[in-house]
């Protein structure tokens, strides 16, 4: 099985959560896009979708499935969304897309994170994958002298800038022990928009597609 269909097989196994006339919080990234796929199928049972980028309301767009401002539906039940690593804690690390800070908006706004993964991005100690942090333009050096204090390396991601007008740094740390810890202490930085840890909020679900079938963690 490829990775590509284990993505899959997690993002369809999600649709089981999708509440008849909900508003549907969605994510960004190739592992999401199979989830709106599989939505666009069932649209008629849906209200619409709430989207974390530009390219999530793109794709919802083209599949004729509504796209609602989070500022008029209020709390959603319901947030589907990939990640680059995830711990069995229900710790992730997002921002691969550079899509994180409308993702940990959506995600705090909705009752139930499910978070849709192949088997090769579950570790035991997050750190591996580059911890993304979107940043003001302005305070791109700054911000990169103090997460250096803090014991990342952080690289200038070229050529990207957010849906919100900003830059990435992709800051590698060797072990990422204490999650809930790093990513409060990111988030005092000033300059910092988001990073991409989400351990304060985390996933509530874990659905994990392997060759031998997706695998359901539930917190
Ligand atoms: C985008 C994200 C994505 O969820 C993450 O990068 C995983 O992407 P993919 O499903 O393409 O592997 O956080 O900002």
Redesign the pocket.
Known sequence: MTQDQK?QAAAEAAIKYVEPGSVVGV??????NYFIDALGRIKERIEGAVAS?DATTQRLNKLGIPVLDLNSTGDLNLYV????EATRQFALI???????TR?KIVAAASRKFVCIIDDGKVVDVLGRFPL?IEVIPMARSYVARQVTQLGGQPVLRQGVTTDNGNVILDVHFAHIENPVGLEERLNHITGVVAN?LFARRGADVLLIGASTGVTELSV
């Open positions: 993505k994510g960004t990234g190739s592992t999401v980028s969304d990939g990640a680059d997002k921002g691969g897309g550079a899509a994180l993702e993304p991409g």
